[in-house]
């Protein structure tokens, strides 16, 4: 069964610094791109990063460029999300989701982990 | 960046209507647009992709729509389950962008 397991999230403070991690199983994720997507609370869904299969590949929201940073261990197959300078705008569910189908849309999402800034 | 506008914003129906939802893309995405569904707590689910292709598993009572700038999804009998809120998303290019959302209630 192909899953995605995100952890990592957690109270933190304004400029505060955190690290998600993505471990994927029942495939690769060498093999296929990868990206982090939030939800404020309440809100709609906001696209973060990407990386592509190949690692050669990344891409950042404008919102979080020059702060967050995307990466993937291969011998873990895990992806990860190391998130500085944290805002209070930053709260939010961080979906960790793959497209690993021939698709054009995403279609395998973990179940979320809450972050939340706040002093 | 695309900007992504979904309408109606929310929408009452019942059991059995047929629905429509929009997308409208603020450029030409050519037919990189797929369609979300989520429900409270639980993770976005992709319903359709490249405008028209039916993710796998899901009923064929949903369907999609349109090219270009304008798209829809279209659910030709609601069930109880389909009550949800639903999101478009462009890939054509980054940032890969969602619309709003539109939150289906039950009359």
């Known amino acids: 069964e192909l899953q995605l397991v995100e952890s990592g999230g957690g109270l933190v403070q304004p400029g505060g610094s955190l690290r998600l991690s993505c471990a994927a199983s029942?495939?690769?994720?060498?093999?296929?791109?990868m990206n982090w997507v939030r939800q404020a609370p309440g809100k709609g869904l906001e696209w973060v990063s990407y990386?592509?299969?190949?690692?050669?590949?990344?891409y950042y929201a404008d919102s979080v460029k020059g702060r967050f940073t995307i990466s993937r261990d291969n011998a873990k197959n895990s992806v990860y999300l190391q998130m500085n300078s944290l805002r209070d705008e930053d709260t939010a569910v961080y979906y960790c989701?793959?497209?690993?189908?021939?698709?054009?849309?995403?279609?395998?999402w973990g179940q979320g982990t809450l972050v939340t800034v706040s002093s | 960046d695309i900007h992504m506008t979904q309408s109606p914003s929310s929408q009452s129906a019942s059991v059995g209507d047929r629905v429509t939802i929009t997308c409208r893309a603020s450029?030409?995405?050519?037919?990189?647009l797929n369609w979300y569904q989520q429900k409270p707590g639980k993770a976005p689910k992709l319903l359709i992709y490249?405008?028209?292709s039916l993710q796998s598993g899901v009923p064929s009572r949903f369907s999609g729509g349109g090219s270009g700038t304008d798209f829809t999804l279209t659910i030709s009998s609601l069930q109880p389950e389909d009550f949800a809120t639903y999101y478009c998303?462009?890939?054509?290019?980054?940032?890969?962008?969602f619309g709003q959302g539109t939150n289906l209630e039950i009359k």
């Open positions: 989701a793959s497209r690993v189908g021939v698709t054009t849309g995403v279609d395998y």
């Open positions: 029942g495939f690769t994720v060498s093999s296929h791109s």
């Open positions: 990386i592509s299969g190949s690692g050669t590949t990344i």
């Open positions: 450029r030409n995405i050519d037919n990189f």
């Open positions: 490249a405008t028209s």
């Open positions: 998303q462009q890939s054509y290019g980054t940032p890969y962008t």
